[in-house]
């Protein structure tokens, strides 16, 4: 069974500060994209990495794909309030998607 | 577009009662999903399709039915609703395969008391 380990859980940070968020597998994704989710909605994609080592930036989130293709991890920069939300990432592996159990992110004003 | 739709958005249920949460999406996606979220355990895969007439089961598919007659609708069937079922629920489409993104509803919040 592959897994997804996410850390932290929880991340309560002021506003202007950096983050970094961490998924791990003991698995190998052929790809795995990460998402954010608002209360009452449901998850919206924010990137898809494919190539091992793969570096991709969404304005001020840096996305980082592990060598081995069986880690992850989300950079923040200067974060608002806007950034709260559960952060999630999914592995493609089989014919399905496999979830981390996300990281809950608040960002005080 | 609306995207991918899910009704209804809550429902409370009594305990062995029947239930029906609807999917329907305009996006023309092959795969279609039904994920359960509980809190602090991210999202579980109930049951899959990859095209109209093909299901098959997930991590999690004990208590639940699912068919798929359109490649539009994606139905999700609870015979007898238990207490371990209250969740959210959550429908995705995604076009061609598991490396394209998955498309998520809104949600169906669900009770069983």
């Known amino acids: 069974t592959q897994l997804l380990e996410q850390s932290p859980q929880f991340l309560s940070i002021q506003e202007g500060e950096n983050l970094t968020v961490y998924c791990n597998s003991s698995?190998?994704?052929?790809?795995l994209q990460w998402y954010r989710q608002e209360p009452g909605e449901g998850p919206v994609l924010l990137v898809t990495?494919?190539?091992?080592?793969e570096v991709k930036k969404l304005k001020r989130l840096t996305f980082q794909f592990g060598d081995a293709r069986k880690d992850s991890s989300l950079h923040i920069t200067a974060a608002q309030p806007g950034d709260t939300g559960l952060y999630l990432c999914a592995g493609a592996g089989g014919q399905n998607f496999v979830f981390g159990p996300g990281t809950r992110l608040s960002v005080l004003p | 577009n609306a995207g991918v739709t899910q009704t209804p958005k809550f429902r409370i249920l009594k305990i062995g009662q029947s239930m029906t949460l609807q999917c329907a999406q305009d996006m023309n996606h092959n795969y279609m999903y039904w994920y359960r979220q509980d809190p602090g355990m991210g999202l579980k895969l109930i049951y899959y399709?990859?095209?109209?007439?093909?299901?098959d089961k997930g991590e999690v598919p004990n208590g639940y039915n699912v068919s798929r007659s359109t490649t539009e609708d994606f139905p999700l069937r609870l015979e007898l609703a238990a207490p371990s079922q209250t969740s959210v629920y959550f429908c995705?489409?995604?076009?061609?395969?598991?490396?394209?993104?998955?498309?998520f509803g809104n949600g169906t919040r669900l009770t069983v008391t």
């Open positions: 399709s990859v095209g109209a007439g093909i299901t």
């Open positions: 698995s190998v994704f052929s790809s």
């Open positions: 990495v494919v190539t091992g080592g």
């Open positions: 995705a489409s995604s076009y061609l395969d598991y490396n394209s993104p998955l498309h």
